[in-house]
């Protein structure tokens, strides 16, 4: 069998599944693809380079084998292929992934590279966070795009900070990224010229309906509350002490974005137009803090509901 007819036949069987993706792939060809680069031993950073696949390429029986263990695992448990793989990839660069953190996809991946100009003048940034930091990718990729910045990497799940660990010495960025294990700023005891955060912004309603795929990852990664946004207003209303005076902070809001944008409806968010999604990620300035306090507390004051009296 060569490379392409292994590609073509393995995306038939993956279509045929039923499979969900958006876990690194959007698709049964692309995932096909990597599967088959996968089995054969061929180097996928080549195909990422611009090289093409080698159509050509014939499977040996080790290859074939592979092939057919990876498509198994894939098909009958619903396992997403980057914890079968042990890799992702995000912003063009490789990670080390597995169960015990979520897959690195964000729409940071656009904006980290052009390093959120003109909002940032990267000379300026000398201290970042990374806020529900998981695997660790946003900040590595923020390490490498601000090379005079120290960073902190931040997450509640201790399991998903040993995958962190793993990632930070790959990239040999031990002395500029440093683990902190807390909830929310806990732990955290300065300012910050750049806060990133990829929180947990899925509602009940959507966290229950969640494919089979997504359930093999931390709930906690997820999980935003009733309405999605149980992190992210928190962490809105304690940011103002962690942002230096010229400093900001983006976050991607996701599936959340509408609800929020509307609770802060006279706050102007500067959304960051990304590739999929025109209101997925915004960017907040130190002067603006106080005032989406002051909202937040404001509208969640008004949606409480009223108190009932039981004699």
């Not at 696949?53 to 498509?71: F, G, K, M, Y």
């Amino acid at each position: 069998m060569r490379f392409s007819e292994a590609v073509a036949k393995t995306a038939q069987q993956l279509e045929a599944a039923s499979l969900s993706y958006g876990q690194g792939f959007q698709n049964a060809e692309d995932e096909a693809l990597r599967i088959v680069y996968a089995a054969s031993s061929v180097d996928f950073t080549e195909y990422l380079s611009g090289e093409g696949p080698p159509h050509n390429l014939v499977l040996n029986h080790d290859a074939r084998s592979a092939l057919q263990e990876i498509t198994r695992e894939r098909i009958l448990d619903r396992k997403p292929l980057a914890y079968i793989l042990k890799e992702s990839w995000f912003s063009g660069k490789r990670f080390y992934i597995d169960e015990r953190a979520i897959i690195p996809r964000s729409y940071f991946a656009e904006w980290i590279p052009e390093q959120f100009r003109p909002w940032v003048d990267p000379s300026q940034v000398e201290t970042i966070l990374d806020l529900c930091c998981g695997s660790g990718c946003i900040a590595i990729c923020c390490a490498l795009a601000f090379p005079n910045a120290t960073v902190i990497a931040s997450d509640i799940s201790r399991d998903a900070l040993d995958v962190a660990c793993r990632n930070i010495s790959d990239y040999g960025l031990q002395e500029r990224v440093r683990l902190n294990n807390g909830h929310m700023f806990e732990g955290i005891g300065q300012g910050f010229d750049l806060i990133v955060c990829n929180p947990p912004y899925v509602s009940n309603d959507r966290f229950r309906t969640l494919p089979p795929e997504y359930r093999k990852e931390p709930g906690v990664a997820f999980h935003g509350g009733e309405d999605g946004l149980d992190f992210m207003l928190e962490m809105l209303i304690e940011s103002e002490r962690y942002v230096t005076p010229n400093g900001i902070i983006v976050v991607e809001s996701g599936t959340a974005s509408e609800r929020l944008d509307k609770m802060l409806d006279n706050v102007p968010l500067t959304w960051l137009s990304t590739e999929f999604d025109e209101k997925a990620l915004f960017l907040l300035e130190a002067d603006q803090l106080e005032s989406v306090r002051r909202n937040i507390i404001k509208s969640l004051e008004i949606r409480k509901p009223a108190s009932v009296n039981s004699d």
